[in-house]
């Protein structure tokens, strides 16, 4: 219990000290365009914002999708029981279902 202790304090003293660091270290100059809200550093071209597109919206859900499958199937590498090979199966066919929707609803989305 000590260990977990000691772990997180010094990862939490490391942290510290670097914010601490780039404080010091970063140079502090201001001027109008940083100050801007507009992350660009350009002013908008009309007041009306653009509606998103709804096709980064589904990469961004298949991005996930393919993130989070990744640490679940290294999951079940650790456990070599037939039960788990069963639940990886599942979790695989659905995997691909979710792939298969999600790029039918991206070319609907972008033939449109």
Known sequence: MET??????????G??????LGIMVAPYA???VKNDHFECGLP???DVPL??????FIFAIAFIIFDMSG????LFVF????YSLKIAMIFGILLFAAVT???KEYRHVKSS
Do not use: C, Q, R, W
């Not at 977990?4 to 003293?13: K, N, P, R, W």
């Not at 509606?51 to 980064?56: P, Q, S, T």
């Open 71 to 74: 640490l679940f199937f290294s």
């Open 101 to 103: 929707i999600s790029m």
């Open 30 to 32: 201001p001027n109008d």
């Open 51 to 56: 509606k998103a597109n709804f096709g980064y």
């Open 4 to 13: 977990v202790l000691l772990y997180a304090l010094g990862i939490f003293a």
């Open 15 to 20: 942290v510290f000290v670097l914010y601490l």
């Open 79 to 82: 456990d070599n029981t037939e």
């Open 44 to 46: 908008p071209s009309s």
